[in-house]
C-alpha cells in the first residue's frame, strides 16, 4: 500500500489544520491507520490512530482533546483534524498503515507500521 499525506502548512497559535492521508494499493479499511509526528532531533512519536472498523480510535495525551482521527472507506482516506495548535505541535506528520505480520506489535509504536507517508510540514507560530 502506498500513502499520500497533504495538508500541512504554516498556521498560529489556536488555529486549526487538517491533514490527510489518501492509501492506494488496498482499503485502508482493511488496516490500522496512524498518525505519527517528528519535531526537528526528536524521535517519532505517536499522535492517533484508528482501527480499521472504524470505529476504535486512540490518541497521545498530548493532543487528546485536540486532534481528531477519522477515515472514510469510500475514499480510502483517513484524516487529522488538529484544533486550537500550540507552537509545540510543530513536527513533520506522518501517517502509517500496518500490516497483518506487525499487528502484534504496540498500535503507539513505529514498529507496528510497515507504510508510512512522504510526512507533511505542520508549523505553529507563537
Known amino acids: 500500500v502506498q500513502l499520500q499525506a497533504s495538508g500541512g502548512g504554516l498556521v498560529q497559535t489556536g488555529d486549526s489544520l487538517s491533514l490527510s492521508c489518501t492509501a492506494s494499493?488496498?482499503?485502508?479499511?482493511?488496516?490500522?491507520m496512524a498518525w505519527f509526528r517528528q519535531a526537528p532531533g526528536k524521535e517519532r512519536q505517536f499522535v492517533a490512530a484508528?482501527?480499521?472498523?472504524?470505529?476504535?480510535?486512540t490518541y497521545a495525551d498530548s493532543v487528546e482533546g485536540r486532534f481528531t482521527i477519522s477515515g472514510n472507506n469510500a475514499r480510502n482516506t483517513v484524516y487529522l483534524q488538529m484544533n486550537s495548535l500550540k507552537p509545540e505541535d510543530t513536527a513533520v506528520y506522518y501517517c502509517a498503515a500496518d500490516s497483518p505480520s506487525t499487528r502484534g506489535n504496540p498500535l503507539r509504536e513505529t514498529s507496528r507500521y510497515r507504510n508510512w507517508g512522504q510526512g507533511t510540514l505542520v508549523t505553529v507560530s507563537s
Open positions: 494499493g488496498r482499503p485502508f479499511s482493511n488496516y490500522a
Open positions: 484508528i482501527f480499521w472498523n472504524g470505529r476504535s480510535t
